[in-house]
């Protein structure tokens, strides 16, 4: 089994150089590119094919997808990427009720279309706020989930579950919307405080083994992909995490 790393989780450990060495060293054949390592793509690219890394997937925001989906293009032509996962919508523009959400939801359908048009794949990463219940009883995820049905899912399994939700009934239910996992853990309550309580994967709470037998009895060829939001040692992540996993034979 292969894994991808989200470089978010090692935003604070610089120079990119030296972290693509890390991660190829400790087994990892891909990267999940986001915001920070868009300025100079060419140079990144230079940086993975040393490594003998890909770049499948990026994270790109709403607004860059609305307003600058050519220079979105050009910058995932450079790096590889296949797969557009938009992650994230800022407290301040989260719509308060149904209607709001299905309006999200059409614009993230819309930006789908553009990009399949294009020749790539495009989806939505959540967090947690959309597994918790509007005041009209609305579950944004759901929404976005039934009302854009061309977009993919790259289901954050930890973020799910913060949020108040069971990962393996969304899994169950969307199965077939699901094209990336992100996988991280949570630590137990209490410890990990600095790391704002998350853990490495396999050393925390989630139930990895029997979610990953959930996903990997699908048909659905997902990317699998590590990531830790503030680990006070990317390396130490890294590794523990592909470790781990390749211990249960993952």
């Known amino acids: 089994m292969t894994y991808s790393f989200q470089l978010y989780s090692a935003r604070d450990f610089q120079p990119w150089q030296d972290v693509l060495t890390m991660l190829a060293e400790a087994g990892y054949t891909m990267v999940e590119g986001f915001g920070g390592i868009y300025e100079d793509p060419a140079g990144f690219r230079a940086l993975m094919d040393a490594n003998g890394l890909s770049m499948p997937s990026g994270h790109f925001s709403i607004d860059a997808l609305e307003t600058d989906l050519d220079g979105v ?106 094209t990336a996992v992100h996988v991280k853990d949570i630590a137990p309550q209490g410890e990990c405080e600095d790391e704002d309580g998350w853990a490495d994967v396999g050393h925390g709470t989630v139930d990895w083994t029997a979610l990953l037998r959930q996903l990997r009895a699908s048909q659905v060829k997902r990317l699998y992909v590590m990531e830790h939001d503030k680990p006070s040692d990317t390396t130490r992540f890294a590794k523990r995490s592909i470790a781990w996993l390749q211990g249960k034979g993952e």
Not at 108 to 116: I, P
Not at 119 to 139: I, S
Not at 161 to 178: C, H, M, N
Request: charged share 25%.
């Open 73 to 178: 293009f050009a910058k995932a032509k450079v790096l590889g990427i296949q797969t557009i996962y938009c992650p994230h919508l800022v407290e301040e523009l989260r719509p308060a009720d149904r209607a709001g959400w299905e309006d999200f939801a059409a614009r993230l359908e819309a930006v789908g279309v553009k990009v399949r048009a294009h020749g790539l794949n495009f989806g939505w990463h959540n967090h947690a706020f959309e597994f918790v219940a509007l005041a009209d009883g609305t579950v944004p995820m759901q929404v976005i989930l039934d009302r854009a049905p061309g977009v993919e899912w790259e289901a954050d399994i930890a973020w799910i579950i913060r949020g108040g939700g069971d990962p393996a009934d969304w899994i169950k239910r969307y199965d077939s919307r699901i």
